[in-house]
């Protein structure tokens, strides 16, 4: 399957990337390198879509295992390398999944079958980076 996005210039150093849906983000390099801070970075949001990715495998898993879930959050953090072109060279998630009478080893399966089997943006990230993550459940 093939995707396809746009990616506009807005001015300075601030671009609007487009999908075929018609959803539209706002990028920008940042007031450091001569953006306006109108926007994420195009780094930030490779962590926030190795996130989202995963997030979702993670949800979806734990429905239809009729787990009573009310919140799940993940935060991706990832070291860059010091010499251009400054790839992630380790990226961690950490998933807090909370819910009513939540089993840990449900939430650990979920997180397993995600980052092991299912996510597609965190497996290509993993190719260039060391890609680790854990997990900690809230009940409510």
């Not at 849906?21 to 990028?27: A, D, E, K, Y």
């Not at 979806?60 to 295992?65: D, E, T, V």
């Not at 993940?74 to 010499?83: D, F, L, P």
């Amino acid at each position: 399957m093939e995707k396809k996005v746009t990616v506009k210039w807005a001015g300075k150093m601030t671009f609007i990337g487009e999908s075929q849906s018609g959803n539209t983000l706002t990028m920008d390099a940042g007031a450091a390198n001569g953006g306006l801070g109108l926007g994420h970075s195009p780094m930030d949001l490779l962590l926030m879509g190795a996130g989202g990715c995963a997030s979702i495998d993670v949800v979806m898993i734990l429905q239809k295992g009729r787990n009573d879930i009310v919140d799940c959050a993940v935060e991706v953090t990832g070291k860059r390398a010091e010499e251009m072109p400054k790839v992630y060279t380790d990226i961690h998630l950490h998933f807090v999944v909370s819910g009513k009478d939540l089993k840990e080893s449900a939430v650990e399966r979920a997180v397993k079958l995600s980052m092991d089997k299912y996510c597609s943006a965190s497996a290509m990230l993993a190719k260039s980076a060391k890609l680790t993550y854990d997990f900690a459940v809230n009940s409510v």
